[in-house]
């Protein structure tokens, strides 16, 4: 008997210690319970939501439309020290969002690489923006840009990739590339610099 109250008293332990370690479940903004939506959204054929930020001149009179891909554990709201000045004499329009499952953006559960790019071509197709724009990658938001290359080639004015995430054993890169990009990394030889 003792035996008995001893293994139920272990199993109900761990059950309790097992769901006291479950995470939350997470608070979606826009639904009861979650976060207020504080930014404009647009929504997509699929229902998500992504929330953007728009900065410079007017779309329609921009010279230079730019879409700026955020890198991990970013948002649409990281600082882009251009003044309002630069943006108005160079005719520039810069729109940042949120990647699917950032900010207050719908996460996409079927998100790969090529979802990104198609994320990206129906943002800009919904805000008006013309045939053909820029794309600039930070840090990780460096691989949607690269989607976009692979998948909306036509879509892009141009690509710039800022600080990107880089495998310098890709096998697809010219090993004289790769060699003089190596060569350039600085690398720490001990716990601390001198």
């Not at 251009?82 to 207050?104: C, V």
């Not at 004289?176 to 990394?185: D, Q, S, T, V, Y």
Request: hydrophobic letters at 40%; charged letters at 20%.
């Amino acid at each position: 008997m003792i035996a008995q109250i001893a293994v139920g008293v272990v199993v109900g332990c761990v059950g309790y210690a097992y769901f006291a370690i479950q995470p939350q479940p997470p608070k979606i903004c826009g639904t009861p319970g979650g976060p207020p939506v504080t930014s404009p959204r647009v929504k997509l054929d699929d229902g998500r939501h992504l929330a953007y930020k728009e900065r410079g001149v007017a779309k329609e009179e921009a010279k230079h439309r730019i879409i700026i891909s955020h890198g991990f554990d970013d948002s649409k709201d990281f600082n882009i020290n251009l003044s309002d000045e630069l943006l108005k004499e160079l005719g520039i329009y810069i729109l940042s969002f949120d990647r699917a499952g950032y900010g207050e953006s719908t996460s996409n559960h079927a998100r790969s690489v090529k979802s990104e790019a198609f994320d990206i071509q129906e943002l800009a197709d919904k805000l008006g923006l013309r045939p053909k724009f820029y794309v600039v990658g930070v840090s990780m938001g460096a691989y949607p840009t690269y989607s976009c290359l692979k998948y909306i080639p036509h879509r892009l004015s141009g690509v710039a990739l800022v600080v990107p995430f880089v495998h310098y054993w890709w096998k697809g890169v010219p090993a004289k590339l790769l060699k003089e990009a190596l060569g350039r990394c600085l690398f720490q030889t001990s716990g601390h610099f001198e």
